[in-house]
Structures are given as C-alpha cells and as structure tokens.
C-alpha cells in the first residue's frame, strides 16, 4: 500500500484528504530535520510539507520509493527540484491556497494602521497611557 507522509503541521482537514483516500496510509510528524528526513523518506511514496521542512537532495536520494512531493504553499524553496527531477519525483505546489488568509492579514494591518495600533503600542511599551 502506498504510503504518505505529511509534515510541518498541515491542517487536520488537509489530513483528512489523505486519511479518507483508499488505498494509502499516511503519516502524520512535525518538521524535519535534513538529516531526520533522509532517514525516515525512505518508506514513502509521498511526501506533503510546507516551508519548516528541507527536502535536500541527500534526502531525495534515500528515497527510492517517491513519486511525489507537495508542497502546501507557494513557494518551493525548501525543496532540491534539480534532484527531485533528475529522480524523476514531481514537485506541486498549491500557489492560490493561501490568498484569502494573505487578503485577510493585508486587511486586519490596514485597521489597524486606521486605528493608530502601532503608536499605541509604542507608547504602552514606553510606560504611558496615551487614551488619545
């Protein structure tokens, strides 16, 4: 049975996509080291992290069995694709996955540039109590 593995602490409802497909089992671990990951990798078939996890290339070469890396965010930085590519493992990326928690922060600094939140602070963090 083809086996998954899922690091970096992936929502428990994008767990749940794995956990609920037939036919795989999946695990489930916080961040890797590089050195943690080359020497667990080899037993998978797929691996799903975000940005904490390192996937170098000495990892990718302890993994005989991967077919496929995912990457829960935009950007694939952490992970080796000149290797990955050369072992013939695709590398996919989720790019619109967080846009609306990106909106939703844009947003919330904006209030609270509005609301003058950082001179508050600044003066609370000086000892004052500047109500205006």
Request: aromatic share 4%; charged share 25%; net charge neutral.
């Amino acid at each position: 049975m083809p086996k998954i593995l899922v690091l970096d602490g992936l929502s428990e409802e994008g767990v749940n996509v794995f956990q609920q497909a037939k036919g795989f089992e999946v695990d489930v671990g916080p961040s890797q080291q590089p050195d943690e990951l080359a020497g667990v990798i080899g037993d998978y078939h797929g691996l799903v992290v975000r940005s904490a996890t390192k996937v170098t290339g000495e990892a990718l070469r302890n993994a005989k069995k991967l077919r496929v890396i995912g990457r829960a965010g935009v950007g694939t930085d952490n992970i080796d694709k000149a290797t990955a590519t050369e072992m013939g493992i695709v590398v996919m990326n989720t790019p619109g996955g967080n846009t609306i928690s990106t909106c939703e922060h844009t947003f919330a600094l904006l209030f609270a540039l509005c609301r003058n939140v950082p001179r508050a602070h600044a003066s609370m963090e000086a000892g004052r109590w500047d109500r205006k």
